[in-house]
Structures are given as structure tokens and as C-alpha cells.
């Protein structure tokens, strides 16, 4: 402590606290920023992949999403280093294992993680200079490439002005989801008085009436050291850091003269309970959808908050859960599902319907209103509390959010500290919380909340997302003609004159001696690659046992690989229905209820999906599976054998109401994600005119079983009966040992547990009887619910004999960061744009949030001629692509992540051997080596297999001649 004390005193920063945080496995030191007032959090621990991010307190104050605009924007160039675009720089040259920049309702966040101290020193360097003094200042073509800017497109009669931008597009395409609609309809309703009723991220109308002056002001007022919370988090020298974040930035910041904050007001919203509030929006039918929300309190409520997000779990999270089975069975909606929504002042419980019938809204409050005093008086099952706070002891156990535990902690650190400096490491905390509320669960604390939140609550709305029949896309465009024709030739001109400006700013390149300010690693400082523990293989009876020894905390991960080469072509979609229902039914043990309450208390996941995995030697050898996956304490290893073994061999499929619920859901999650993540449908979609893998993977979760699914669904009372019988002779000839692979990680005693516990299905290997169509070039455009697209193109690079290796790695990064990200993000205004490719072949071009299709495909076309003809880096940028590239393989990954990536690598056929190899080759790739590649770029794209999901009037005015399908009609 005294000498945390010192360094900090040292360093120009008055300490403040140490805590020993069993939960971080080390210390907090809190202090604050002598001269300047920036706060600080440093989180000490032995985690190498070391972690720092700076916040400001940004609530909106409009729906212009100017904090938004503002995030991309500090990002495109800054004093110290005046280049274009240093965040993509970044991603081409560091070896940042996490790098982003993120808008929340009330502040906005620039987290960067890397394993290399001297790296993340950079990439702070870059943050720092780019919040404190960006280019915005001294170029507002930032503020028009990434805001908005108005547009001419067409000729004559059918000319348009329409609005253009990064953000602009990023919104039109998240405000095409009914869920984000309902969300800001909830958040408007419940915070009718401060900032929580704008949309911060902004909306497509209001994005237009932000001025260059006003996104300028916000930034003087919001990006201040006085306004920042910085997190430093890992095993990092506090002396460096801290005297660098003095010397650098803070106390040259502190001696500017600067007036006081005068940041937009944070206030919390006294309670009200507003009529419930109609949105209309857009969209299709099936998209209709209502919500109630009650608020939890504030923020500071700590223990509440985990509390009342324990209870939703345990009342909404599973189909068998009370309240949700009472929405279900009520038959007022395909789905429903609850969360707490915190990161917000006052964090607030909400229970959502998707797919809601008319009349929805209103039964919803009613039958959780029912629901609720029927549990608050005596029906709440206190084992199902239990179980729902062990399994959020798992999780937090896992930490396996997806990012770097420094960003995670630091987000989660925020979610408390922006509304409270009396504690800043409150979010940090669970254990006690956790251990209070087990003893709280006997005392009729959850019935007490239960009534607190939705019965006696006087802070609480209701809004409901009602689908019309307007085509808004239409009135738009009839707009944006009249809108053109009303110009005066000047004004006209004035717009040419300023989007010419702006292309030529796009264009123009970085001078040399910008470039050389970023700082950045050789090739020479990479290190040697993270050692990595190979599996074994054995077989343990007739089972193939893959033995993987990765570091597991006490938990034991066990995924059994059933083989499907069994089932004819037409057979394969019912597997993804067995999948979809295993887990959600009876069994002959338990009732569904009974089983969610065991997962819940015993287990951290029991899961159950089909996937295909193909050689990377052959096209031909592919091996779709059904995949049941589950995980325990070491402790607990027996249940997770025993229950997953239970569902795969003793559920009852005869409740065919409730497989009629799940698969509605399947069907409203896939809807779901076409219209919210095209880019991965368009390119999975576009694989399937090429690979023989894609084929077999539509088949079973992609278009093919999505058409499967909702004939399905459209003659189920005539077909429930064979379908119950179809599910229950699957399983019986699917679930055996001689078609099982068992891929385990844990200890060897959890091993050894797992097999005690374990059971032998029986049965010999099924025989080969699963024929694939060919690949067929389908050409086709699917217009689904989104104001954007999605497009993808691509090709087997096999059939082009190119073979894999660490050069297609690197020329992926070079296309996805350089050509195409200038090209289609930058000029085309999509929100992204990318290359990739893989060991077993598929190559593919995407774009993501797009308001274009036909430039977009025309740059893919290009991009070969680009990397053989124009591709000309300097020794430093080489040497930070192969750095970045390299740094890719060697990230981190959590245990449940190595263990499906090994999996993943036994049944492609290749090993930790050859994944060396191609970093080795990544090592040494050459600029000459890169460049050869073109000619096989060139060709996958001049195939023309491309793929479009999005916005039916871009996709019917494309060139591309598409095969275009109405997919929800």
C-alpha cells in the first residue's frame, strides 16, 4: 500500500485506496490525477494480457448520436499522429488482443488489451492523443465520412439526394431490428426526463440535423480530463504507466486553460408509469413485439441489482422457467424472454415478447402481473433460486465473455463507478453479494423482490412495436427525388463540389513521414509463440477419446461428437430439430422443469447443436455431427455426465406443443440474425455454390433448414405425430458408441469421474449413407426486415491449386484493412467490409451494414489487381502486418475456446505442428510473397458467386441480376 502510495505521489497522482479483491485475483488501487482531475483505477494481477481504457461521461442530450459520431470520429487522426485512419493502422500493426472504441446510453469507452507491454504503451499513446486532441479541429471531412453528408445519386427524373455516412448506415441497420426499436421505445418510456429517452447511438432522422459546430462543442465539453475514468488492469509497471499518462497527456492538459465541466446533465428519472406506448415500425408481421419494464433501483444497490438479475434467471431464463412458461402457454407471442438492464443509472427488469400476436401488450402486463403474485405468495420454487445463483457463480467463475478480462472488468467497474466515486470497484464484487443472498433465499427475499419489482413498483412501462404496412422505403426515395429536383444548380453543385472534396480526401494518401510517427513492434520483437499442450487420441472402448490438457480453473469441459453420415440428405434438418428440442423436454427421469433446475444448479451448460466439419486436404471428406457439449466444476463432473447422457437417451419427444414453441423460436432468432448479421448468412449462403461442406451446413442451419423450418411449422398439426416419431428413431440410431468422438478437458481425477458416471450408449457406427447435392451457383439476393445489406462473394481456393498457408493469413488483414476498408467502409459508407479465408479452402469477400451492392461487388472484383499491382508497403507497415497478423494466433483463449478450437483441428487433420508452420511463415512472408497472391484473389471474385441478404429496393436496383426471394414472405 505505502509503496502504491509513493509511485502514485511520484507520478503526479494522489492515492487514494488499496483492496485485496479475491474476485480479480489481486488488488485495486484507486487515485485520482493531482493537476488535472482524471480518475484512475489500476487492477493489479499476474494476467498478462495486460489492459487499459478511458472513458467519459457522455449522455445524450438528443437522438443526433453526436457521442457516437464523436467515437469513430477522435479515431480517424489526431496531433501527434495526423494519418487517416490510425485505429485501422492499429489493427494492421499491434499486437492488441483487444481494440475498439464503444457508445453506451451515457458514456463512451476506448478499451485496448495486448500481451506486450511496450504495445499497449502505444496503443495508449494513440488513444490518448486521439480523445484529448484529435484532427477533428482541422479536418470536418472526418465529421462528414463518418456523421453524414448528403449525396446526388441517379440522373434526370430519378436523381436523389440521399444522406450518407458511417454512423448514418451503422443505425439505419441496428434500427432495423424490432428488438432495438423496443428497446429505446422501453427506455423513452421509463426515463421520459433524462438522457435515457434518446437513442445515443442516434437515429437515421435526427443524425442529419447535427452541424459540424455542434459535434465540435460536445467534444470541448465531454473529452476532458476532468470528465475521464482511466482503468489500468494486469501485470504491468504502475511507474510506467502512470508517469507516462502524467508527463504525455494529463499534466500538459491540466496547464490549459480550460472553464468548468460542463458536461450534459446525468439525472435520475423520479418514478412514473406511463399508458402504454405503441411504436410503429416498418417491418413484417412476424416481427411484432411488446415489453414491460420495472425499474430495480439505482445503481449504487449493488447486491439488488445482482439479485434481481439472479430472479429474472430464474423466473424467465429457461422455456420451463415459471413466468415464461406462463407467456408461452398463454399463446400471445413465438417467444418471450427477461434480463436487467444495467450500465444505466437505474438499472430496470424487463420481460419481452417476440413474434407477439395483436393484443399482446396488454396481456403481458396481465399475465406477469398474475405470474407474479402467484410466485410472491408461495409458488416460487426456492430450489430454482438456488440453482440460478450457482449458475451465476459458474459464469462468473468461467469469466468467458468473449474479450479480455481487462476489458470486461473495466466495463463491468463502470457500469457502477460513472454514478458513484464513493465506490468505484463495486461491480468488481460479487462474492459476498452472492453469499448474503444464499442465506436470503430461506428468509423470502426473492418473494419480497418479486412483489418489489412487479407488483408494488410505481416505476414501470409497457410498449409494444407494431408492424404497418407502410412502405417507408418508398416514401423515402420519393423524398429524396423531390428533394433533388427542389436544388438550385448552385446548391447542386455545391454538394458535387463537396462530395468531390471529400473523395479526395479519402483518396489521398498518408504522407510517409506521418506513417513513420505511429509507433509500433518488428517483426524482430515478436516473441516465441504461447506453449500450447497437444491432445491425444485413444480409443476408450468403441469411443474415440481426444484428451486435451489445457489450464481449466477447476472446470471440466466435455463435448461428444455423434457422426450423421448415417442420415440420408433429407434427414439432416430433422437433426437440427432433435437439437434444437434436447435439453427443453421430459424426459423419462424429469420433467423439463426439473431438468433446467438441475443444469441450473449443477452444471455450467448443457448444450446441444449440429455442425460440419471437412478435411482441409480433400473438398469431399466432410463429417457433419451432432454435438452435445457440457461443463461443471470438478466437483460436479458426474452430473455432467449423467444429465447429458439422460437427455440424449431418455427424452420423451410426444409433447409436441412444446416442440412447437421451440422451434417458433428457432425460427424468430433465425429471422433475427439475417436481418441483424446478413454478412454471415450471405457468406455461409455463397459458400454453398461452391463447397460440398456448405451444402450439407445449409442443410442444417442456414437458408435450406430455415425454409425446413417454417413449412415445418406451417402444417404442424398434420405432421406432429411423425414428427415425434421421426425425433425419437434419430436419436436412437444417431446417439451411439460407435459414432461417438469425446473430446474432454479437466483434470485426470474429473476424467476418471466423468467416466465412472458414464453409462455406454451401445450401438456400432452407423453406415455411410449421406449423398450431397453438388454445389449449384444459385446467384440469389434474399430480401429480409433491414434498411441495409449484406454481400458476399466467393470460391474453393482449392480448385485454383493455391494451397493454404501464413501468406493467405496476412493477405486477409492487408484486404480486410487496407483496400477494402477504404474502398467499401471509408468511400461506400458501409458499416464494414472484409477477406477471409481458411485452412479448408473457403474464401470469401463481405460486406456488413451496407447501403450499396453493385459498387460493393465491383471492388471485390478488384481487390486481386489491387494486392498484385498497388500493394506497395514500406518495410515498417510489412513489418506491422506480419506483427498484427502474428499476434492473431498467439492471443490468449480461454479453456472452452482452446478445447473446440483443438477439436476443430483433429477433425480438419492438421495439428499444433502445422499451425507453427504458419506462423513461422507468416514470420518471414515476404512483400513479393503477398503481392503473388493477387492472380488467386483475382479469380475467386471473377468467379461472380455472390450472395446478397438486405433491403429488397437496393437488391431489386442491383445490376447483379439476382435470383431475389422474399425469405420471410
Not at 83 to 94: I, R
Not at 470 to 478: G, I, L, N, P, T
Not at 679 to 691: D, T
Not at 878 to 896: E, F, I, N
Amino acid at each position: 500500500m505505502t509503496d502504491m502510495k509513493a509511485t502514485a505521489a511520484a507520478c503526479g497522482f494522489v492515492w487514494e485506496s488499496t483492496e485485496a479483491l479475491a474476485e480479480v485475483e489481486g488488488q485495486v488501487h484507486l487515485m485520482h490525477h493531482g493537476a488535472s482531475g482524471a480518475r484512475l483505477m489500476f487492477i493489479q494481477n499476474d494476467d498478462a494480457n495486460k489492459a487499459f481504457s478511458i472513458t467519459f461521461k457522455t449522455p445524450a442530450a438528443d437522438d443526433t448520436g453526436v457521442f457516437h459520431i464523436l467515437e469513430h470520429s477522435v479515431l480517424c487522426g489526431s496531433e501527434k499522429f495526423p494519418v487517416k485512419e490510425p485505429f485501422v493502422n492499429l489493427l494492421k500493426s499491434s499486437m492488441q488482443t483487444f481494440l475498439n472504441a464503444m457508445t453506451f446510453p451515457d458514456k463512451t469507452m476506448y478499451p485496448v488489451a495486448s500481451t506486450n507491454e511496450r504495445d499497449l504503451l502505444n496503443l495508449m499513446d494513440v488513444y490518448l492523443d486521439a480523445v484529448f486532441h484529435p484532427d477533428i479541429y482541422r479536418r470536418a471531412t472526418i465529421f462528414e465520412q463518418e456523421g453524414w453528408h448528403l449525396e446526388l445519386e441517379g440522373e434526370g427524373a430519378e436523381e436523389r439526394l440521399v444522406t450518407n455516412g458511417v454512423v448514418y448506415n451503422e443505425m439505419k441497420g441496428a434500427l432495423s431490428e424490432p428488438d432495438s426499436v423496443l428497446y429505446d421505445g422501453l427506455s423513452a418510456a421509463l426515463f421520459p426526463d433524462t438522457t435515457y429517452r434518446f437513442e445515443s447511438g442516434g437515429t437515421p432522422q435526427a443524425i442529419p440535423t447535427l452541424t459540424y459546430e455542434g459535434f465540435l462543442d460536445n467534444h470541448r465539453r465531454h473529452y476532458r480530463p476532468d470528465n475521464a475514468y482511466i482503468i489500468l488492469y494486469g501485470n504491468l509497471d504502475a511507474e510506467t504507466f502512470l508517469a507516462f499518462l502524467d508527463k504525455a497527456y494529463l499534466a500538459p492538459l491540466a496547464e490549459q486553460a480550460r472553464g468548468p465541466l460542463a458536461a450534459n446533465p446525468l439525472q435520475l428519472q423520479a418514478p412514473v408509469a406511463p399508458a402504454p406506448v405503441s411504436v410503429p415500425m416498418d417491418t413484417a408481421p412476424e416481427n411484432a413485439c411488446a415489453a414491460v419494464g420495472f425499474v430495480v433501483g439505482r445503481a449504487c444497490e449493488r447486491e439488488r441489482v445482482i439479485a434481481a438479475d439472479i430472479l429474472l434467471d430464474a423466473i424467465m431464463g429457461a422455456n420451463e422457467s415459471p413466468m415464461k412458461r406462463a407467456l408461452l402457454d398463454a399463446g400471445i407471442a413465438d417467444d418471450a424472454f427477461g434480463y436487467v438492464a444495467d450500465s444505466v443509472a437505474q438499472p430496470f427488469a424487463v420481460v419481452s415478447l417476440r413474434g407477439a400476436r395483436p393484443g399482446a401488450a396488454e396481456r403481458l402486463r396481465r399475465i406477469v402481473e398474475g405470474e407474479a403474485r402467484r410466485l410472491a405468495s408461495g409458488g416460487l420454487d426456492r430450489e430454482l433460486v438456488r440453482a440460478a445463483l450457482s449458475h451465476a457463480e459458474f459464469v462468473m467463475r468461467e469469466r468467458n465473455f468473449g474479450y479480455a478480462d481487462g476489458v470486461v472488468l473495466a466495463m463491468s467497474a463502470m457500469a457502477g463507478w460513472l454514478y458513484a466515486d464513493d465506490d468505484p470497484a463495486a461491480y468488481l464484487r460479487y462474492e459476498d453479494a452472492f453469499a448474503d443472498l444464499r442465506e436470503k433465499v430461506e428468509e423470502g427475499y426473492f418473494e419480497t423482490l418479486l412483489a418489489e419489482l412487479f407488483l408494488e413498483n410505481d416505476h414501470r412501462a409497457c410498449v409494444e412495436v407494431v408492424p404497418t404496412a407502410a412502405d417507408e422505403e418508398a416514401v423515402e426515395e420519393a423524398a429524396e427525388r423531390a428533394r433533388a429536383a427542389a436544388l438550385t444548380p448552385d446548391e447542386a453543385r455545391a454538394i458535387r463540389d463537396a462530395v468531390a472534396a471529400l473523395r479526395a480526401a479519402q483518396e489521398a494518401p498518408d504522407a510517409p513521414e506521418n506513417v513513420a510517427k505511429l509507433p509500433q513492434l518488428t517483426r524482430a520483437e515478436i516473441g516465441p509463440a504461447p506453449a500450447e499442450e497437444p491432445w491425444e487420441v485413444r480409443k476408450e472402448g468403441p469411443v474415440t477419446l481426444v484428451r486435451h490438457h489445457v489450464p481449466c480453473r477447476g472446470i471440466a469441459y466435455a463435448y461428444r461428437y455423434f457422426d450423421l453420415a448415417g442420415l440420408a440428405f433429407d434427414e439432416l434438418p430433422y437433426a437440427t430439430v432433435l437439437a434444437c428440442v434436447l435439453g427443453k423436454l421430459d424426459t423419462a427421469s424429469h420433467t423439463a422443469a426439473e431438468l433446467d433446475t438441475l443444469v441450473q444448479a449443477h452444471l455450467g451448460n448443457l448444450g446441444f447443436a449440429t455442425e460440419v466439419h471437412e478435411k482441409a486436404d480433400d473438398r469431399d471428406a466432410l463429417r457433419p455431427v451432432l454435438v452435445c457439449g457440457a461443463s461443471a466444476l470438478s466437483e460436479e463432473v458426474a452430473w455432467a455426465a449423467r444429465l447429458s447422457e439422460e437427455v440424449l437417451t431418455e427424452t420423451d419427444f410426444s409433447d409436441t406443443a412444446r416442440i412447437r414453441d421451440i422451434l417458433a423460436q428457432r425460427r424468430i432468432a433465425m429471422e433475427q440474425a439475417f436481418a441483424s448479421s446478413g454478412h454471415s448468412a450471405a457468406m455461409a449462403r455463397a459458400a454453398s455454390y461452391y463447397l460440398p461442406a456448405a451444402v450439407v451446413r445449409e442443410q442444417l442451419g442456414g437458408v435450406d433448414f430455415y425454409r425446413f423450418l417454417k413449412e415445418l411449422l406451417a402444417h404442424f398439426d398434420e405432421r406432429a405425430e411423425a414428427l415425434s416419431a421421426k425425433l425419437a428413431e434419430l436419436a436412437s440410431r444417431i446417439v451411439t458408441d460407435g459414432g461417438c468422438t469425446l473430446s474432454f478437458a479437466g483434470a485426470d481425477e474429473d476424467l476418471a469421474g466423468f467416466a465412472a458416471a458414464s453409462a455406454p450408449f451401445g450401438g456400432a457406427p452407423a453406415d455411410a449413407a449421406l449423398t450431397a447435392p453438388a454445389p449449384v451457383n444459385r446467384h440469389e439476393a434474399f430480401v429480409v426486415a433491414s434498411d441495409v445489406t449484406y454481400t458476399a462473394a466467393g470460391w474453393d481456393r482449392r480448385l485454383l491449386g493455391a494451397p493454404y498457408s501464413g501468406l493467405w493469413l496476412l493477405a486477409s488483414r492487408i484486404l480486410s484493412y487496407d483496400y477494402l476498408w477504404s474502398e467499401v467502409r471509408v468511400k461506400g459508407g458501409a458499416y464494414g467490409a472484409g477477406f477471409q479465408t481458411t485452412r479448408c479452402g473457403s474464401s470469401r469477400f463481405y460486406s456488413y451494414r451496407d447501403p450499396r451492392i453493385d459498387e460493393t461487388v465491383e471492388r471485390f472484383r478488384s481487390a486481386g489487381g489491387w494486392l498484385a499491382a498497388q500493394f506497395a508497403p514500406t518495410e515498417a507497415e510489412m513489418d506491422g502486418y506480419v506483427v498484427s497478423t502474428v499476434a492473431s494466433l498467439d492471443a490468449p483463449a480461454k479453456a472452452r475456446e482452446l478445447v473446440r478450437r483443438q477439436d476443430g483441428m483433429y477433425f480438419a487433420g492438421y495439428g499444433l505442428a502445422d499451425r507453427a508452420r504458419v506462423r513461422e511463415e507468416v514470420r518471414e512472408a515476404s512483400e513479393e510473397a503477398v503481392r503473388a497472391l493477387g492472380a488467386a484473389v483475382d479469380a475467386i471474385a471473377g468467379e461472380g458467386l455472390v450472395c446478397a441478404f438486405g433491403n429488397g429496393d437496393i437488391i431489386r436496383a442491383s445490376r447483379e441480376n439476382f435470383a431475389v426471394v422474399d425469405l420471410l414472405a
